[in-house]
C-alpha cells in the first residue's frame, strides 16, 4: 500500500486532507510541524508528502530542500494565494505539484490517480538515459551535445511533476517535439495531449476552441462545443505561438492557471479540467509585455519553468547525426540504401541552418529524392530556405467534405499571412468581402468542426 505524508498545523484541513488520501488507498501519517514531519520522514519513507508552506517552526519548502536527491518523494505544497511565489520556487527545487487553499479536491484526487510512484519514473528516464548513450535518442529527441545534454536534464527534472513549462527557441527547434516528451514522461502520458497553434485561428475563434462555447440558439449555435481544455482533462495542451493568444483570452487562461476552472464562452457555470499547460514560444514575451500585448500575470505563471531550445548551429556533431537519422527514415520507408559522402557530412556542417532542425530535414528528403546512391557534396544545401518549410502544407483526408476543405485552406493562408485579411485574399483569389463572410460563417458553425485547425501544430 503506497504512504502518504500530510503535513499541517491546521487540524481540520490535515484532518480533510488526510480523508481523501486515504480514500485513495494510501496509508497515512499526519503531522502539525516540520519537526513532528521529520520524524515520520525518519520512521518511513512516503511516496507523497502534503505539507503546508505555513508551520509554526518554519516553512514547509525546508522538507522540499532536505529530501534526497534526486527525489524519491512525490511532494506536493498547499498554500495561500499570498504564497503562490514560494509555491513556484518549490516546482523548481523538484516539488511535483501546488495546491492553493481551499484545495481543490477533484485536482488532488485526480494526481493521486494518476501516481506511478516516482521511483518508477526515475527508473524509465534511467534507461532513457542507457538508450542516449547508445543511439543519441532521448523520447522523442535526438541528440548527444552538450547543449542537448543540457536540455534532457531540464526535460527529465520537469517531466515528472505538473509544472506549467515555457519552451522557448527558434522557429523549427523541434520545441513540439520536447513538448511531447514532456508529457509522454509524466504521470499524464494516458491522457490526451493536444496541441493549440494559437497563431492558426483568427482571434474571434481561439476563446471557443481553448474553453469551449455553450449553445445558444438565439444566435444559431446549436451544440455546445466541448474545448481543448476539457477534452484534454488529465493530460497536456501545448500552446504553440502562445504569444499570438488574445489579449482576452489571456484573462480567461490566467485565471485557469490559478483556479483550474473556467467559463466557457456564452456561459455561466465554471467548468473544471485538470491540465498542464505547456506554452512555447520563438522568443521570451518579455518583449510582449513591456508593449501590452502580453499580460505579466500570465507570463509569471507560465514561466515557472523556462526551458531554451538550443538552435541546430550550437549543436556541433548533432547536425551529422539527425542528417543520418532523417537519411534513415527514408530509406526504410523507401526500401533504399542510400548514403551520404563524407564531403557531404563536412558541408552540413558548415551550413549555419537557420531554420534549424526543420530546414535540415527538408535538406535530406530533397537530396534523397535527387541522389543516386550517395548524396555528395554536389546537392547544394544552400538553395534550403528557413521559410521553405510545412507550414505551406496541410493535410486532407480523401472523402473531406469540400466545405472543410474551403474552411482548412482559407484558415491555413490566413495564418501564412500573419493574420493579413487582405493579403490572405489576395492569395486565395477572393474579395475581401468574401472573405469576412467565411470568416464569419466559421466563427457561428466552429462547434460542428470534425477536427478544429489549429489543433495540430509542426515543433517551433
Not at 508551520?55 to 512525490?74: H, I, Q
Not at 502520458?189 to 483568427?202: F, K
Not at 510582449?288 to 550550437?314: A, K, N
Request: aromatic residues 4%.
Amino acid at each position: 500500500m503506497p504512504h502518504a505524508l500530510i503535513v499541517d498545523d491546521d487540524a481540520d484541513s490535515r484532518e480533510t486532507l488526510a480523508s481523501i488520501v486515504a480514500g485513495e488507498g494510501y496509508s497515512v501519517a499526519k503531522s502539525d510541524s516540520l519537526r513532528s514531519a521529520r520524524v515520520e520522514l525518519a520512521r518511513r519513507t512516503p511516496d507523497i508528502v502534503l505539507v503546508d508552506l505555513k508551520l509554526p517552526d518554519g516553512n514547509g519548502m525546508s522538507l522540499v530542500r532536505e529530501l534526497e536527491r534526486p527525489l524519491a518523494t512525490d511532494v506536493v505544497l498547499v498554500t495561500g494565494h499570498a504564497s503562490l511565489d514560494s509555491a513556484i520556487e518549490g516546482l523548481r527545487l523538484g516539488a511535483s505539484d501546488y495546491l492553493t487553499k481551499p484545495v481543490n479536491v477533484d485536482r488532488l484526487t485526480q494526481f493521486l490517480r494518476r501516481q506511478p510512484r516516482v521511483v518508477d519514473l526515475k527508473q524509465e528516464i534511467g534507461e532513457l538515459r542507457q538508450e542516449l548513450r547508445r543511439i543519441g535518442r532521448f523520447g522523442h529527441l535526438v541528440g548527444n551535445s552538450p547543449v542537448m545534454q543540457e536540455l534532457f536534464d531540464r526535460i527529465a527534472r520537469v517531466a515528472r511533476t505538473s509544472a506549467p513549462v515555457l519552451l522557448l527557441g527558434e522557429k523549427g527547434t523541434g520545441k513540439e517535439t520536447a513538448a511531447r516528451t514532456i508529457h509522454d514522461l509524466s504521470r499524464r502520458r494516458r491522457a490526451p495531449y493536444l496541441v493549440l497553434d494559437c497563431s492558426s485561428l483568427p482571434p474571434q475563434m481561439i476563446e471557443g476552441e481553448l474553453f469551449g462555447r455553450e449553445r445558444n440558439t438565439a444566435i444559431g449555435l446549436e451544440h455546445r462545443h466541448v474545448g481543448i481544455l476539457e477534452r484534454t482533462h488529465g493530460g497536456t495542451v501545448l500552446l504553440a505561438m502562445v504569444t499570438a493568444l488574445p489579449l482576452a483570452a489571456q484573462v480567461k487562461l490566467a485565471r485557469y492557471m490559478e483556479t483550474g476552472s473556467f467559463v466557457p464562452a456564452l456561459g455561466s457555470k465554471p467548468v473544471s479540467a485538470d491540465v498542464r499547460i505547456i506554452c512555447a514560444a520563438a522568443t521570451r514575451p518579455a518583449n510582449d509585455v513591456r508593449e501590452g500585448r502580453f499580460r505579466e500575470d500570465l507570463l509569471q505563471q507560465l514561466e515557472v519553468f523556462p526551458i531554451q531550445i538550443p538552435p541546430l548551429r550550437q549543436r556541433g556533431a548533432d547536425i551529422a547525426l539527425l542528417a543520418q537519422r532523417f537519411l534513415d527514415d527514408f530509406n526504410k520507408s523507401e526500401g533504399t540504401d542510400k548514403r551520404f559522402s563524407r564531403a557531404a557530412l563536412a558541408r552540413l556542417a558548415q551550413h549555419t541552418w537557420p531554420g534549424n532542425v526543420r530546414e535540415l530535414k527538408i535538406y535530406v528528403h530533397r537530396a534523397y529524392l535527387h541522389a543516386g546512391d550517395v548524396i555528395d557534396d554536389g546537392d547544394s544545401v544552400q538553395n534550403v530556405s528557413a521559410d521553405d518549410d510545412t507550414d505551406d502544407l496541410i493535410t486532407l483526408r480523401i472523402g473531406m467534405p469540400l466545405e472543410e476543405i474551403e474552411r482548412r485552406v482559407t484558415m491555413a493562408t490566413l495564418a501564412r499571412c500573419n493574420g493579413v485579411k487582405k493579403r490572405a485574399a489576395a492569395i486565395l483569389g477572393i474579395s475581401l468581402k468574401t472573405l469576412y463572410n467565411r470568416l464569419e460563417v466559421y466563427s457561428a458553425h466552429a462547434h460542428g468542426a470534425e477536427e478544429p485547425a489549429g489543433t495540430k501544430a509542426e515543433a517551433r
